[in-house]
T-cell receptor
Framework: DAMVIQNPRYQVTQFGKPVTLSCSQT?????MYWYQQKSSQAPKLLFH???????NEADTPDNFQSRRPNTSFCFLDIRSPGLGDAAMYLC??????????????FGPGTRLTVT | AQRVTQPEKLLSVFKGAPVELKCNYS??????LFWYVQYSRQRLQLLLR??SRESIKGFTADLNKGETSFHLKKPFAQEEDSAMYYC????????????FGKGTSLLVTP
């Protein structure tokens, strides 16, 4: 089945130790998104790609970076994780919005713990 | 600024009772509104979008531009409806990225 896959599902890292989360999709969608969701909060958009065009949200910390080497894969790099970065990280994909928004397809998420 | 407000963090109803999950928004222009649902241990998935004007799993939602609301309704709740529900807004102003409300946890008890 076409889907959005995130690896790993659970990630534990140490304070300040760089970590990379990965997302892959078999939907061949143009757009990929990374959201951060902290406990009991709404998913918050960090950044998104329209094909290779990177769009950073204004309030996304510089500590968060992203790479999209091809259509299928997208990575979230946290250069120096702090305790406040512990959260569920959601990857999503959609078609290019064009004249309107399309449904976003979400991965299962990666739960990041920072010790 | 665009904002989505879901005033109820938790909503508990009995099976067979009507349910309404409230969503209000603020947006300059013509937004697109969605309801996403997350069942226990499952991924977030689309339930409804306002432009479709369809009923999914017995749920409906009407966009009321005058009241800037997009409430989710179902006349007879079922136990399997228990889940987390997120109202979300999208529009050209934000490059069509989703802006989520904080979510309402619906619990349907027998």
């Amino acid at each position: 089945d076409a889907m959005v896959i995130q690896n790993p599902r659970y990630q534990v890292t140490q304070f300040g130790k760089p970590v990379t989360l990965s997302c892959s999709q078999t939907l061949n969608h143009n757009v990929m998104y990374w959201y951060q969701q902290k406990s009991s909060q709404a998913p918050k958009l960090l950044f998104h790609y329209y094909d290779k065009d990177f769009n950073n949200e204004a309030d996304t910390p510089d500590n968060f970076q992203s790479r999209r080497p091809n259509t299928s894969f997208c990575f979230l790099d946290i250069r120096s994780p702090g305790l406040g970065d512990a959260a569920m990280y959601l990857c999503a994909t959609s078609l290019y919005p064009g004249q309107g928004a399309y449904e976003q397809y979400f991965g299962p998420g990666t739960r990041l713990t920072v010790t | 600024a665009q904002r989505v407000t879901q005033p109820e963090k938790l909503l508990s109803v009995f099976k067979g009772a009507p349910v309404e999950l409230k969503c209000n928004y603020s947006y300059s222009g013509s937004p697109e509104l969605f309801w996403y649902v997350q069942y226990s241990r499952q991924r977030l998935q689309l339930l409804l979008r306002h432009i479709s004007r369809e009923s999914i799993k017995g749920f409906t939602a009407d966009l009321n531009k005058g009241e800037t609301s997009f409430h989710l309704k179902k006349p007879f709740a079922q136990e399997e409806d228990s889940a987390m529900y997120y109202c979300a807004l999208s529009g050209q102003n934000s490059g069509y990225a989703l802006n989520f409300g904080k979510g309402t946890s619906l619990l349907v008890t027998p």
